[in-house]
């Protein structure tokens, strides 16, 4: 029986590409969203995946999605914690909410839904995990105080998490990719891809399937001794030690 993966934000972009390569791997694949339902049903006629919406950032909402999942597909095995936003301002001019709406996204978001299959996963045995973190929770980004301090959070989460489940068989890692030629990315402004390529030296921005093959291979029985691993994926633009 084929294992069950879950991808939050898994309908477009990065998340998208990831559904897709895990189907094509012979998984069982769910997708989460958020709140384009015309995307979603899109996705779901194009590529012939499920697509559950709820929020990440609501502890509940995650609990009760997966139990939907589950349902449905069986225990969920392999976890992508994708979902995220931005709410870009330079930090004199940040609000409250905007430093609220993307750590409860894209940090406490991989907590709610992390616990949620956490305990699942130490009873059978085996689990996978990978969030999708950012070349910016590396290296930080102007006007990005709030989406680069979730970023970062998530590999220090990562990190931690893995001790815990190292014995249990299950593998905790995240994925950093650089600038990917997503919707988001190819709507900045030509002269500002530009500039962002010119800093990237394998001269070009990546694919969202190259962060998928990541994405693969780390949920891949091939990557069992691979855990609290953070896995660059940006052309160059940054080399961590």
């Known amino acids: 029986m084929a ?5 939050t ?5 990065i998340g998208k ?26 996705f779901t006629r194009e590529t012939g995946i499920k697509a559950y919406k709820w929020s990440v950032a609501d502890y509940d909402a995650c609990r ?17 914690n994708n979902a995220g936003i931005t709410r870009d301002a330079p930090f004199h001019k940040m609000t409250p909410q905007q430093w609220r709406e993307v750590i409860d996204t894209n940090l406490t978001g991989v907590f709610n839904m992390t616990h949620s299959v956490w305990n699942g996963m130490r009873d059978r045995g085996f689990g996978r995990i990978v969030t999708i973190s950012s070349i910016n ?3 930080g980004q102007f006007a990005q105080a709030n989406y680069s301090a979730a970023k970062a959070g998530d590999l220090g989460f990562t990190k931690a998490l893995a001790q815990e489940g190292a014995r249990r068989n299950i593998t905790v890692n995240a994925v950093c990719p650089g600038y990917i030629a997503t919707e988001m990315v190819m709507a900045v402004p030509e002269a500002v ?15 969202a399937e ?7 291979f780390l949920v891949s029985d091939e990557a069992g001794f691979i855990t ?9 633009q940054y080399m961590a030690g």
Do not use: F, M
């Open 228 to 236: 609290g691993a953070t896995l660059t994926a940006n052309g160059g």
């Open 210 to 216: 190259e962060i998928a093959r990541c994405v693969a």
């Open 64 to 80: 009760e999605g997966i139990a939907a999942v589950e349902a449905a597909h069986g225990p969920v095995d392999i976890l992508i």
């Open 3 to 7: 294992r069950t993966a879950l991808v």
């Open 193 to 207: 891809r530009e500039q962002i390529i010119a800093t990237i030296p394998v001269g070009r921005l990546g694919e």
């Open 9 to 13: 934000g898994g309908t477009r972009g």
């Open 17 to 42: 590409a990831i559904s897709v390569a895990l189907k094509a791997a012979g998984y069982d694949v769910a997708a989460n969203y958020a709140g384009n339902d015309s995307a979603a049903q899109a």
């Open 137 to 139: 929770g590396q290296k």
